[in-house]
């Protein structure tokens, strides 16, 4: 979200990264804090998106889609998803590859 707002790309945003307080850490730092952490598998405002706290369900992000760099490509993959999430709830069943769904 931070790179789509620093690129402009938010309606009546006039914000930009360097407007906006964010933390950067890593795994290892938050683990080694021995601090509560969680975690989604998608965009937390999805409903298709699942909360974990468990290392072992790091497997559960769409790491793809995570990696990805273009606006456009990330919400034609969400809305795919979106659709895919649609018909398996008309069809009463899960769409293979959606956690939680």
């Known amino acids: 979200m931070l790179r789509t707002i620093d690129g402009g790309n938010v309606e009546n945003c ?13 795994v290892e730092a ?3 804090s ?9 965009n937390a405002t999805l409903d298709i998106a699942t ?3 468990d290392l072992k369900d790091l497997n ?10 273009l606006h456009g490509r990330l919400l034609s993959v969400l809305e795919q998803l979106s659709r895919q999430s649609e018909v398996g709830t008309t069809q009463g069943n899960s769409p293979g590859g959606i ?3």
């Open 30 to 32: 938050i683990v080694g």
């Open 34 to 42: 021995e601090l509560a952490y969680v975690f989604y598998d998608y």
């Open 51 to 53: 909360c974990y706290s």
């Open 14 to 26: 006039p914000y930009r990264q360097a407007d906006i307080a964010h933390l950067v850490t890593t």
């Open 60 to 69: 559960r992000i769409d790491w793809p889609v995570l990696r990805a760099t």
């Open 99 to 101: 956690p939680g769904a």
